[in-house]
């Protein structure tokens, strides 16, 4: 029976991310998952494709706080809850070619985070009180969907078969194995075959309850709706913020010899987009059988 192996939240866009044994689900994805992004003096995104230093910027939970670290840089914090930014300006902000509103951290984040990266930045703290629409080409099952500061969609749902495999074609070529965090997923499902997320229409989890993680709520299901497509951030090596020196285009040198999709004009995808069909406010855990649904099209 397939399980959930992994569960990851990237709560600034592009920054490194924080590996879970549970996490919450709602309607936008796992909490606080892309609540937060950098952005321009524009307000346009700013992202490891340009600046792949923000992968060594580090980020924890502390409290009612998001601790926020990086190489010779003294600990930045910021609050979890956008109602303690009040007062905080309003900054238009854009994600590929959607605008949202986001909030602005202040002065003391974006002095931090402009030195570090080398080119002016601010801190947006997603508006809750926003919503951004997921393209509705892929949300007719759903009835509609939001999201944050994600790419497009809430979750990103990948097999760690998928993962294994390509390993092994990299140790084929003399290449070293990769970390499933060059691919940033948000849910990670052992016992599946390789690349059998690209045909599961939906995963169902059976809502459960514990001590820590609180009462069951509604089942989770989760519908798969669009395969990822990959850029070359899977090039950066998370751990130094840079692409192999011996290896710097992988592994998407890889990855085109196997993975370009023809129904997304020769596109290498490399995971599944996910939307939360139902089981908003229940909790996903390391360890939790889901079931596969799958759907082969026409």
């Known amino acids: 029976m397939p399980t959930i192996s992994e569960l990851f939240v990237y709560p600034i866009k592009s920054c490194a991310g924080i590996a879970l044994n549970q996490a919450r689900l709602f309607a936008t994805g796992l909490e606080y998952d892309r609540c937060w992004m950098l952005a321009d003096p524009s307000g346009a995104m700013l992202t490891q494709r340009v600046h792949p230093r923000m992968a060594l910027i580090k980020v924890a939970f502390d409290g009612d706080d998001l601790v926020i670290s990086a190489p010779g840089m003294s600990e930045l914090r910021t609050p979890l809850d956008a109602a303690r930014l009040a007062p905080a300006a309003a900054r238009r902000a854009q994600v590929w070619g959607d605008v949202v509103q986001g909030l602005d951290t202040g002065e003391e984040s974006a002095a931090w985070f402009s030195r570090f990266i080398g080119v002016p930045a601010r801190l947006l703290r997603f508006d809750p009180a926003q919503q951004r629409i997921v393209d509705p080409d892929y949300t007719a099952s759903t009835g509609g969907a939001t999201t944050f500061f994600a790419d497009g969609f809430p979750l990103l749902v990948l097999g760690q078969a998928s993962l294994d495999d390509l390993n092994q074609r990299l140790n084929g070529k003399g290449a070293p194995a990769i970390p499933m965090d ?51 951030m899977p090039t950066i090596d998370q751990a130094t913020g840079a692409p192999n020196p011996d290896w710097p285009n992988e592994p998407t040198d890889t990855m085109s010899t196997y993975r370009a999709n023809a129904q997304r004009n020769g596109a290498i995808t490399f995971g599944n987009n996910a939307l939360v069909a139902s089981g908003a406010g229940a909790w996903l855990r390391v360890g939790q059988t889901v079931e596969a649904e799958l759907g082969f099209g026409d």
Not at 190 to 200: F, K, M, Q, R, T
Not at 201 to 212: C, F, I, P, R, Y
Not at 220 to 230: A, D
Request: hydrophobic share 35%; with cysteine; glycine share 8%.
């Open 182 to 232: 060059r691919f940033r997923p948000n849910v990670v499902v052992s016992g599946l075959d390789a690349y059998e997320e690209d045909y599961v229409e939906t995963l169902s989890v059976e809502a459960t309850g514990s001590a820590d993680a609180g009462p069951a709520g509604e089942a989770v299901r989760l519908q798969l709706v669009k395969t990822c497509s990959r850029c070359p």
